[in-house]
């Protein structure tokens, strides 16, 4: 059987239904890895016998005709910033290199108890600082629809390896457009769903105010499956929202749902600094929706042009106050060169962070610092208060926003990494959402001259994915963008 056309819910459909196993599944998961991972390095680590052993008692199971979970037998991956008990939990950085957690992330459990078989731990920016993944300490992921380019970020790996089919989905974490956007540059589907909505627990944290974990996946479909398994209240993460106040519904039942008069934002202004070929993937997409009967409105959202300087302040400064404890003592590196406390601290950081993190802990320290509070970090907040009405009023006139992914396709290694202005640009469409803690999917819908992935964006109201679901699976329905692979893998 030819896996790599499968998405993970028809995989897992046959293989409940005795035509595949789960040990074949996994194995020829692992053959691509065999033959593609030198190439595309998306993965920090991965667990061959671990995910085989699981997915031979995944098929014990199913001959048994015990139960078994939502994913069972589904060979997924997990962005290394997800605390497990095998093997390291490296954030992608040397100051975590040989850190092995001593429990898994809510996320990481809810994997596992449906059956999922966990292939590895993806790469990503150090400590998920970054839009392409360069900025890893430990090694360099590339693009499959084309090797000199960037994966995105800092979700990297994750979406290299859905996209290259090293696995059927994985998780990635969005704290400015670390899902949406490198799933936008792979060309597959990313979700960040609200703010809440998914336990934090055991992801390791960046800016704690942003940051949510979600799908990587072919399908929108795939991403409906994953939510089922990964939404939901968790008394370890007192962020995460009450199900009495939001309930959690099953989104792969609700994606079909037709969806009348529906109604789509646009922001003309903000979307037009966007390359020529996005902004006509973007038009195209939505004549899509028009032809379905959308009606699609023009809105102003004031104050998104100052999304990327308020994210800037608030992620650093809530970033600089994370990362205080790697210190050298608690975990991971340590210095050999320290001769006293003081220098525990000073040296273990200096040696063991890149120059991305240090660039923002500095400038987050600066933010929070007395003299500069309240110029730049309750400024910021302030900002961002703005930007979360803007999201209100726009809501009392549509059901969802759309707008691209990125203003460009992926970029060419090494094309922006001397220049971190032009890179935090990349997140110009996705920080907003963010700030507001509304969520947002990025689905294919086109390709450019040089056959790179364009990704369409939508955001909906809080906890509004069972909606967003839908309407990306309205697009996706009458498009086969998302059937298409990378030449890398025929
Ligand atoms: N690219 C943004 C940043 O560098 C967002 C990263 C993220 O979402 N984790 O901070």
Redesign the pocket.
């Known amino acids: 059987m030819v896996t790599e056309e499968l998405s993970a819910r028809q995989l897992r459909d046959r293989i409940a239904a005795g035509q595949i196993t789960s040990v074949e599944a996994a194995e020829a998961v692992f053959k691509r890895i065999e033959e593609l991972e030198p190439v595309i390095g998306a993965y920090i680590s991965t667990y061959h016998d671990r995910a085989l052993e699981t997915a031979a008692d995944v098929d014990r199971r199913l001959i048994a005709g015990e139960p078994v979970g939502r994913l069972a037998g589904v060979p997924v991956a997990v962005k290394d910033n997800m605390c497990t008990t095998f093997g390291a939990t490296t954030c992608a950085s040397k100051i975590l290199e040989n850190f092995h957690a001593p429990y898994n992330a809510t996320v990481v459990e809810k994997l596992l108890a449906a059956d999922a078989v966990i292939v590895g731990k993806t790469n990503?920016?150090e400590f998920?600082?970054?839009?392409s993944t360069e900025?890893s300490g430990l090694k360099q992921t590339v693009n499959p629809w084309d090797t000199t380019r960037v994966p995105g970020?800092?979700?990297g790996g994750s979406a290299a390896a859905v996209a290259a089919r090293l696995c059927f989905a994985a998780l990635g974490?969005?704290?400015?457009?670390?899902?949406r956007?490198p799933a936008g540059f792979c060309g597959v589907v990313g979700l960040k769903p609200t703010y809440g909505r998914v336990s934090r627990f055991g992801l390791v944290a960046?800016?704690s105010s942003?940051?949510q974990i979600g799908p990587v996946t072919r399908t929108v479909a795939d991403s409906a499956l994953m939510m089922n398994v990964i939404a939901g209240h968790d008394p370890a993460d007192s962020t995460s929202v009450d199900e009495a106040a939001a309930p959690v519904c099953d989104y792969l039942e609700k994606l079909n749902e037709p969806l009348k008069k529906l109604k789509i934002a646009i922001v003309p202004e903000f979307g037009a600094g966007a390359d020529e070929q996005v902004q006509k993937a973007m038009t195209e997409a939505i004549d899509v929706y028009k032809k379905l009967g959308a009606q699609i409105v023009e809105i102003d959202m004031p104050h998104l042009d100052y999304a990327i300087a308020a994210?800037?302040i608030i992620?650093t400064a809530e970033a600089s106050s994370n990362l205080a404890r790697y210190d050298g003592v608690h975990y991971g590196h340590r210095s050999e060169k320290a001769t006293d406390y003081v220098e525990v601290y000073s040296k273990s950081r200096a040696e063991a962070f890149g120059k991305?993190v240090k660039r923002?802990i500095m400038l987050g320290t600066y933010a929070l610092s007395s003299g500069y509070y309240d110029a730049y970090y309750l400024k910021a907040l302030k900002v961002r208060n703005l930007i979360r009405g803007d999201f209100t009023s726009a809501f009392e006139k549509c059901d969802c926003i759309m707008m691209p992914v990125s203003p460009t396709v992926a970029f060419k290694i090494g094309e922006k990494i001397d220049d971190p202005l032009q890179?935090?640009l990349?997140?110009i469409y996705?920080?907003a959402a963010?700030l507001a803690g509304v969520p947002g999917i990025s689905v294919p819908c086109g390709f450019d001259q040089n056959n790179l992935p364009i990704g369409l964006q939508i955001l909906a109201p809080a906890f509004a994915e069972d909606k967003l679901l839908a309407i990306a699976r309205m697009f996706e329905k009458e498009t086969d963008w998302h059937t298409k692979m990378p030449a890398i893998i025929t």
């Open positions: 990503m920016d998920a600082m970054g839009s900025n970020g800092s979700s974490s969005d704290t400015g457009g670390s899902i956007q960046y800016g942003l940051d994210y800037y992620a991305e923002r890179m935090y990349s997140d996705t920080i963010n």
